[in-house]
Protein backbone atom coordinates (compact mmCIF):
# COMPACT_ATOMS: atom_id res chain seq x y z
CA UNK A 1 0.00 0.00 0.00
CA UNK A 2 2.75 2.26 0.60
CA UNK A 3 4.06 2.37 -2.92
CA UNK A 4 1.20 4.64 -3.91
CA UNK A 5 3.35 7.01 -2.61
CA UNK A 6 5.87 6.64 -5.43
CA UNK A 7 2.66 8.26 -7.70
CA UNK A 8 1.30 10.85 -4.93
CA UNK A 9 5.09 12.14 -3.44
CA UNK A 10 6.77 11.73 -7.04
CA UNK A 11 4.16 13.75 -9.15
CA UNK A 12 3.44 16.44 -5.83
CA UNK A 13 7.56 16.97 -5.69
CA UNK A 14 7.47 17.32 -9.93
CA UNK A 15 4.95 20.07 -9.44
CA UNK A 16 6.62 21.65 -6.72
CA UNK A 17 4.18 21.16 -4.15
CA UNK A 18 6.39 20.44 -1.37
CA UNK A 19 4.26 20.27 1.60
CA UNK A 20 1.77 17.74 0.06
CA UNK A 21 5.31 15.36 0.55
CA UNK A 22 4.84 15.16 4.01
CA UNK A 23 1.24 14.78 4.39
CA UNK A 24 0.77 11.76 2.00
CA UNK A 25 3.50 9.94 4.15
CA UNK A 26 1.90 10.52 7.36
CA UNK A 27 -1.55 9.89 6.08
CA UNK A 28 0.06 6.18 4.44
CA UNK A 29 1.77 5.39 7.87
CA UNK A 30 -1.30 5.68 9.92
CA UNK A 31 -3.14 3.79 7.02
CA UNK A 32 -0.62 0.96 7.38
CA UNK A 33 -0.35 1.06 11.00
CA UNK A 34 -4.20 0.21 10.91
CA UNK A 35 -3.88 -2.35 8.42
CA UNK A 36 -1.13 -4.49 10.51
CA UNK A 37 -3.03 -5.04 13.27
CA UNK A 38 -5.64 -7.83 11.46
CA UNK A 39 -1.84 -8.91 9.69
CA UNK A 40 -0.25 -9.29 13.22
CA UNK A 41 -2.96 -11.88 13.98
CA UNK A 42 -3.15 -13.91 11.13
CA UNK A 43 0.78 -14.10 11.50
CA UNK A 44 -0.28 -15.18 14.99
CA UNK A 45 -1.94 -18.26 13.60
CA UNK A 46 0.52 -18.76 11.10
CA UNK A 47 1.39 -22.67 12.23
CA UNK A 48 -2.85 -23.78 12.10
CA UNK A 49 -3.28 -21.79 8.92
CA UNK A 50 -0.74 -24.02 7.19
CA UNK A 51 -1.55 -26.71 9.06
CA UNK A 52 -5.24 -26.42 7.72
CA UNK A 53 -3.60 -26.01 3.96
CA UNK A 54 -1.99 -29.66 4.34
CA UNK A 55 1.08 -28.86 5.36
CA UNK A 56 4.05 -30.94 6.91
CA UNK A 57 3.23 -30.47 10.50
CA UNK A 58 6.97 -30.22 11.47
CA UNK A 59 7.48 -27.19 9.20
CA UNK A 60 4.09 -25.42 9.74
CA UNK A 61 5.18 -25.46 14.01
CA UNK A 62 8.87 -24.03 12.98
CA UNK A 63 7.65 -21.43 10.53
CA UNK A 64 4.56 -20.24 13.44
CA UNK A 65 7.42 -20.11 15.53
CA UNK A 66 9.79 -17.58 13.43
CA UNK A 67 6.73 -15.55 12.42
CA UNK A 68 5.63 -15.13 15.65
CA UNK A 69 9.02 -13.22 16.78
CA UNK A 70 8.52 -11.26 13.17
CA UNK A 71 5.71 -9.65 14.42
CA UNK A 72 6.98 -5.82 15.89
CA UNK A 73 8.69 -6.22 12.42
CA UNK A 74 5.30 -5.87 10.56
CA UNK A 75 4.80 -2.67 12.21
CA UNK A 76 8.42 -1.12 11.61
CA UNK A 77 8.29 -2.27 7.70
CA UNK A 78 5.34 -0.59 7.04
CA UNK A 79 6.51 2.96 8.59
CA UNK A 80 10.22 2.44 6.49
CA UNK A 81 8.25 1.44 3.54
CA UNK A 82 6.06 5.00 3.53
CA UNK A 83 9.72 6.63 4.70
CA UNK A 84 11.70 5.23 1.91
CA UNK A 85 9.12 6.89 -0.55
CA UNK A 86 9.34 9.83 0.90
CA UNK A 87 12.36 10.24 0.77
CA UNK A 88 13.24 9.01 -2.65
CA UNK A 89 10.34 11.13 -4.41
CA UNK A 90 12.77 13.89 -3.24
CA UNK A 91 16.00 12.45 -4.77
CA UNK A 92 17.48 11.87 -1.35
CA UNK A 93 19.60 8.16 -1.31
CA UNK A 94 22.65 8.09 -0.15
CA UNK A 95 21.26 8.41 3.79
CA UNK A 96 18.69 5.76 3.45
CA UNK A 97 22.21 3.95 1.91
CA UNK A 98 24.01 5.01 4.97
CA UNK A 99 20.59 4.38 7.32
CA UNK A 100 20.49 1.07 5.86
CA UNK A 101 24.42 0.27 5.98
CA UNK A 102 24.31 0.90 9.70
CA UNK A 103 21.73 -1.06 9.96
CA UNK A 104 22.95 -3.81 8.16
CA UNK A 105 26.14 -3.88 10.57
CA UNK A 106 24.15 -3.26 13.57
CA UNK A 107 22.18 -6.35 12.86
CA UNK A 108 25.02 -8.75 12.17
CA UNK A 109 25.68 -8.23 15.98
CA UNK A 110 22.13 -8.37 16.98
CA UNK A 111 21.93 -11.88 15.29
CA UNK A 112 25.20 -12.78 16.43
CA UNK A 113 23.83 -12.37 20.36
CA UNK A 114 20.82 -13.39 20.10
CA UNK A 115 20.86 -16.53 18.25
CA UNK A 116 24.38 -17.76 19.47
CA UNK A 117 24.90 -15.78 22.72
CA UNK A 118 21.78 -16.22 24.26
CA UNK A 119 21.26 -19.25 22.08
CA UNK A 120 17.41 -18.12 21.21
CA UNK A 121 17.68 -19.96 17.93
CA UNK A 122 15.35 -19.17 15.20
CA UNK A 123 13.49 -16.83 17.32
CA UNK A 124 16.37 -14.74 18.13
CA UNK A 125 17.06 -15.01 14.49
CA UNK A 126 12.97 -13.04 14.15
CA UNK A 127 13.75 -11.05 16.85
CA UNK A 128 17.27 -9.50 15.39
CA UNK A 129 14.99 -8.47 12.53
CA UNK A 130 12.41 -6.71 14.30
CA UNK A 131 15.19 -4.89 16.23
CA UNK A 132 17.06 -3.78 12.93
CA UNK A 133 13.93 -2.89 11.46
CA UNK A 134 12.90 -0.44 14.47
CA UNK A 135 16.85 0.91 14.78
CA UNK A 136 16.14 1.57 10.63
CA UNK A 137 12.86 3.68 11.47
CA UNK A 138 14.48 5.44 14.66
CA UNK A 139 17.25 6.23 12.40
CA UNK A 140 15.31 7.79 9.03
CA UNK A 141 12.99 9.39 11.68
CA UNK A 142 15.83 11.32 12.94
CA UNK A 143 17.13 12.41 9.50
CA UNK A 144 13.58 13.38 8.13
CA UNK A 145 13.39 15.56 11.28
CA UNK A 146 16.55 17.01 11.61
CA UNK A 147 17.60 17.57 7.96
CA UNK A 148 17.63 20.69 6.11
CA UNK A 149 17.05 18.65 2.83
CA UNK A 150 13.27 17.78 4.44
CA UNK A 151 12.61 21.26 5.06
CA UNK A 152 10.18 21.83 2.90
CA UNK A 153 8.51 18.59 2.66
CA UNK A 154 8.58 17.72 6.41
CA UNK A 155 6.62 20.65 8.42
CA UNK A 156 5.68 18.48 11.97
CA UNK A 157 2.62 16.18 12.19
CA UNK A 158 -1.04 17.78 11.07
CA UNK A 159 -4.41 16.83 11.36
CA UNK A 160 -4.27 16.99 7.47
CA UNK A 161 -3.42 13.58 7.70
CA UNK A 162 -6.58 11.93 8.81
CA UNK A 163 -8.43 14.05 5.73
CA UNK A 164 -8.91 12.53 2.38
CA UNK A 165 -8.21 9.05 3.13
CA UNK A 166 -10.49 7.25 1.21
CA UNK A 167 -8.61 8.99 -2.08
CA UNK A 168 -5.21 7.73 -0.49
CA UNK A 169 -6.73 3.92 -0.84
CA UNK A 170 -8.28 4.40 -4.23
CA UNK A 171 -4.68 4.08 -5.11
CA UNK A 172 -3.01 2.35 -2.15
CA UNK A 173 -5.34 -0.60 -2.67
CA UNK A 174 -4.84 -1.35 -5.95
CA UNK A 175 -0.69 -0.58 -5.56
CA UNK A 176 -0.99 -3.30 -2.38
CA UNK A 177 -2.99 -5.62 -4.96
CA UNK A 178 -0.66 -5.42 -7.88
CA UNK A 179 2.52 -6.26 -5.70
CA UNK A 180 1.12 -8.98 -3.42
CA UNK A 181 -0.61 -10.94 -5.84
CA UNK A 182 3.19 -11.12 -7.32
CA UNK A 183 5.03 -12.23 -4.22
CA UNK A 184 2.30 -14.19 -3.10
CA UNK A 185 2.28 -16.50 -6.40
CA UNK A 186 6.25 -17.11 -5.59
CA UNK A 187 5.40 -17.71 -1.66
CA UNK A 188 2.27 -20.46 -3.06
CA UNK A 189 4.96 -22.32 -4.43
CA UNK A 190 7.28 -22.97 -1.95
CA UNK A 191 3.30 -23.94 -0.32
CA UNK A 192 2.56 -26.50 -3.09
CA UNK A 193 6.08 -27.59 -3.04
CA UNK A 194 4.76 -29.21 0.66
CA UNK A 195 2.51 -31.44 -0.86
CA UNK A 196 5.19 -33.12 -3.35
CA UNK A 197 6.53 -36.77 -2.39
CA UNK A 198 9.61 -35.06 -0.50
CA UNK A 199 8.46 -32.17 0.86
CA UNK A 200 11.11 -31.41 3.08
CA UNK A 201 13.79 -31.70 0.16
CA UNK A 202 11.56 -29.83 -2.45
CA UNK A 203 10.07 -27.30 0.33
CA UNK A 204 14.37 -26.75 1.54
CA UNK A 205 15.11 -26.45 -2.28
CA UNK A 206 12.42 -24.11 -3.21
CA UNK A 207 12.69 -22.16 -0.11
CA UNK A 208 16.42 -21.78 -1.39
CA UNK A 209 15.48 -21.08 -4.69
CA UNK A 210 13.03 -18.33 -3.55
CA UNK A 211 15.92 -16.56 -1.32
CA UNK A 212 18.18 -16.32 -3.91
CA UNK A 213 15.34 -14.87 -6.31
CA UNK A 214 14.41 -11.96 -3.71
CA UNK A 215 18.29 -11.28 -3.10
CA UNK A 216 18.37 -10.66 -6.73
CA UNK A 217 15.41 -9.15 -7.10
CA UNK A 218 16.60 -5.85 -4.86
CA UNK A 219 18.77 -4.87 -7.48
CA UNK A 220 15.71 -4.49 -9.79
CA UNK A 221 13.95 -3.01 -7.24
CA UNK A 222 15.95 -0.10 -6.73
CA UNK A 223 16.47 0.50 -10.00
CA UNK A 224 12.57 -0.07 -10.36
CA UNK A 225 12.20 2.70 -7.55
CA UNK A 226 14.86 4.86 -9.45
CA UNK A 227 12.42 5.32 -12.53
CA UNK A 228 9.02 5.21 -10.57
CA UNK A 229 10.49 8.47 -8.97
CA UNK A 230 12.29 9.73 -12.14
CA UNK A 231 8.71 9.36 -14.20
CA UNK A 232 6.68 10.41 -11.51
CA UNK A 233 8.89 13.78 -11.05
CA UNK A 234 8.82 14.41 -15.03
CA UNK A 235 4.90 13.85 -15.24
CA UNK A 236 3.74 16.13 -11.85
CA UNK A 237 6.35 18.84 -13.58
CA UNK A 238 4.62 18.28 -16.93
CA UNK A 239 7.53 16.90 -19.06
CA UNK A 240 6.32 14.29 -20.80
CA UNK A 241 9.08 13.39 -23.13
CA UNK A 242 11.29 13.30 -20.33
CA UNK A 243 8.98 10.61 -18.63
CA UNK A 244 9.46 8.42 -21.83
CA UNK A 245 13.03 8.52 -22.18
CA UNK A 246 13.21 7.45 -18.33
CA UNK A 247 11.71 4.56 -19.20
CA UNK A 248 13.31 3.55 -22.12
CA UNK A 249 16.88 4.10 -20.34
CA UNK A 250 15.77 2.37 -17.37
CA UNK A 251 14.74 -0.61 -19.64
CA UNK A 252 18.39 -0.82 -21.35
CA UNK A 253 20.05 -0.89 -18.35
CA UNK A 254 17.63 -3.36 -16.94
CA UNK A 255 18.35 -5.65 -20.07
CA UNK A 256 21.98 -5.08 -18.93
CA UNK A 257 21.72 -5.89 -15.50
CA UNK A 258 19.66 -8.89 -16.16
CA UNK A 259 22.06 -10.57 -18.70
CA UNK A 260 24.90 -10.30 -15.79
CA UNK A 261 22.69 -11.64 -13.24
CA UNK A 262 21.47 -14.56 -15.34
CA UNK A 263 25.04 -15.48 -16.10
CA UNK A 264 26.28 -14.90 -12.76
CA UNK A 265 23.45 -17.54 -11.71
CA UNK A 266 23.80 -20.22 -14.34
CA UNK A 267 28.12 -19.79 -13.42
CA UNK A 268 27.78 -20.23 -10.03
CA UNK A 269 25.28 -23.72 -10.14
CA UNK A 270 27.71 -26.01 -8.58
CA UNK A 271 28.69 -23.94 -5.26
CA UNK A 272 25.40 -22.28 -4.65
CA UNK A 273 24.05 -24.72 -2.69
CA UNK A 274 26.75 -25.04 -0.45
CA UNK A 275 26.24 -21.26 0.92
CA UNK A 276 22.99 -23.03 2.47
CA UNK A 277 23.17 -26.49 3.31
CA UNK A 278 25.53 -29.38 3.50
CA UNK A 279 23.13 -32.28 2.25
CA UNK A 280 24.28 -33.35 -0.95
CA UNK A 281 21.11 -34.03 -1.83
CA UNK A 282 20.10 -30.57 -1.81
CA UNK A 283 23.14 -29.10 -3.67
CA UNK A 284 22.69 -31.51 -6.22
CA UNK A 285 18.73 -30.89 -6.87
CA UNK A 286 19.58 -26.70 -6.31
CA UNK A 287 21.94 -27.20 -8.95
CA UNK A 288 19.51 -28.55 -11.78
CA UNK A 289 16.93 -25.39 -10.46
CA UNK A 290 19.91 -22.71 -11.27
CA UNK A 291 19.25 -22.06 -15.04
CA UNK A 292 15.29 -21.95 -14.87
CA UNK A 293 16.39 -19.41 -11.57
CA UNK A 294 18.50 -17.93 -14.28
CA UNK A 295 15.82 -17.32 -16.94
CA UNK A 296 13.32 -16.11 -13.52
CA UNK A 297 15.81 -13.88 -12.66
CA UNK A 298 16.39 -11.94 -16.25
CA UNK A 299 12.55 -12.16 -16.80
CA UNK A 300 11.96 -10.55 -13.46
CA UNK A 301 14.55 -7.99 -13.44
CA UNK A 302 12.80 -6.51 -16.66
CA UNK A 303 9.14 -6.91 -15.44
CA UNK A 304 10.07 -4.71 -12.32
CA UNK A 305 11.35 -1.84 -13.42
CA UNK A 306 8.85 -1.75 -15.94
CA UNK A 307 6.24 -2.04 -12.71
CA UNK A 308 8.08 0.68 -11.46
CA UNK A 309 7.49 3.22 -14.00
CA UNK A 310 3.78 1.97 -14.24
CA UNK A 311 3.15 2.83 -10.75
CA UNK A 312 5.36 6.06 -11.36
CA UNK A 313 2.42 7.16 -13.96
CA UNK A 314 -0.53 5.69 -11.38
CA UNK A 315 -1.52 2.56 -13.59
CA UNK A 316 -1.81 -0.03 -10.49
CA UNK A 317 -4.95 -0.43 -11.45
CA UNK A 318 -4.33 -1.76 -14.77
CA UNK A 319 -1.04 -3.56 -13.65
CA UNK A 320 -3.40 -5.36 -10.83
CA UNK A 321 -5.56 -6.70 -13.87
CA UNK A 322 -2.20 -7.92 -15.27
CA UNK A 323 -0.97 -9.48 -12.49
CA UNK A 324 -3.97 -11.81 -12.33
CA UNK A 325 -3.99 -12.90 -15.44
CA UNK A 326 -0.10 -13.19 -15.43
CA UNK A 327 0.21 -15.17 -11.79
CA UNK A 328 -3.33 -16.83 -11.65
CA UNK A 329 -4.39 -17.15 -14.80
CA UNK A 330 -1.70 -18.47 -16.27
CA UNK A 331 1.76 -19.20 -14.11
CA UNK A 332 -0.07 -21.11 -10.84
CA UNK A 333 -2.26 -23.40 -13.13
CA UNK A 334 0.91 -24.47 -15.39
CA UNK A 335 2.56 -24.71 -12.47
CA UNK A 336 0.17 -26.65 -11.01
CA UNK A 337 0.44 -28.78 -13.99
CA UNK A 338 4.06 -29.22 -14.59
CA UNK A 339 4.46 -30.38 -11.18
CA UNK A 340 1.10 -32.47 -10.34
CA UNK A 341 0.13 -33.35 -13.82
CA UNK A 342 3.18 -33.97 -15.84
CA UNK A 343 5.38 -35.10 -12.63
CA UNK A 344 8.57 -32.78 -12.84
CA UNK A 345 8.31 -31.88 -9.70
CA UNK A 346 10.10 -28.43 -7.97
CA UNK A 347 11.49 -27.63 -11.73
CA UNK A 348 8.15 -27.78 -12.65
CA UNK A 349 6.09 -25.32 -9.85
CA UNK A 350 9.29 -22.71 -10.68
CA UNK A 351 8.25 -23.36 -14.60
CA UNK A 352 4.98 -22.16 -13.80
CA UNK A 353 6.53 -18.63 -12.36
CA UNK A 354 8.90 -18.33 -15.48
CA UNK A 355 5.70 -18.53 -17.69
CA UNK A 356 3.78 -15.85 -15.58
CA UNK A 357 6.92 -13.61 -15.49
CA UNK A 358 6.91 -13.76 -19.26
CA UNK A 359 3.15 -13.39 -19.78
CA UNK A 360 3.45 -9.93 -16.97
CA UNK A 361 6.28 -8.76 -19.11
CA UNK A 362 4.87 -9.23 -22.90
CA UNK A 363 1.87 -7.30 -21.00
CA UNK A 364 3.75 -4.80 -19.47
CA UNK A 365 5.48 -3.69 -22.86
CA UNK A 366 2.56 -3.84 -24.74
CA UNK A 367 0.77 -1.35 -21.93
CA UNK A 368 4.63 1.46 -22.26
CA UNK A 369 4.18 0.95 -26.14
CA UNK A 370 0.60 2.26 -26.35
CA UNK A 371 1.32 5.14 -24.07
CA UNK A 372 0.37 8.74 -24.81
CA UNK A 373 2.92 10.60 -22.60
CA UNK A 374 1.06 13.60 -23.04
CA UNK A 375 -1.98 12.46 -21.94
CA UNK A 376 -0.17 11.15 -18.70
CA UNK A 377 1.30 14.07 -18.21
CA UNK A 378 -2.16 15.87 -18.01
CA UNK A 379 -3.86 13.26 -15.21
CA UNK A 380 -0.66 13.75 -13.44
CA UNK A 381 -1.56 17.46 -13.21
CA UNK A 382 -4.95 17.26 -12.40
CA UNK A 383 -4.00 14.53 -9.40
CA UNK A 384 -1.87 16.93 -8.14
CA UNK A 385 -4.15 19.80 -8.42
CA UNK A 386 -7.13 17.56 -6.96
CA UNK A 387 -4.97 16.94 -3.66
CA UNK A 388 -3.76 20.21 -3.75
CA UNK A 389 -6.88 22.34 -3.55
CA UNK A 390 -8.08 19.55 -1.05
CA UNK A 391 -5.64 20.66 1.05
CA UNK A 392 -5.94 24.47 1.06
CA UNK A 393 -9.79 23.62 1.66
CA UNK A 394 -9.26 21.79 4.72
CA UNK A 395 -6.85 24.75 6.08
CA UNK A 396 -9.15 27.20 5.37
Not at 64 to 92: D, E, T, V
Not at 190 to 196: E, F, K, N, Q, T
Not at 340 to 359: D, K, S
Amino acid sequence: MGSALETLCGQAYGAKQYHMLGVHMQRAILVLLVVSIPLAFIWFYTSQILKAFGQDVEIAIEAGKFIRWLIPSLFAHGIIQCMIRFLQAQNIVFPMMTTSGITALLHILICWLLVYKYSFGMRGAALAISISYWINVLLLAFYIKLSPACKTTWTGFSKKTLQDIFKFLKLAIPSAIMICLEYWSFEMVVLLSGRLPNPKLETSVLSISLNTCWMVYTISVGVGGAVSTRVANELGAGQAQKARLAVYVVTAIALIEGVTVAAITFLVRGVWGRLYSNEEEVIKYLSSMMLLLAASNFLDGLQCVLSGAARGCGWQNTCSVINVIAYYVVGIPLAVVFAFVLHIGGRGLWLGIICALLTQLVLLVLLNLRTNWEEEARKAKERVERNGVSTIEMAS
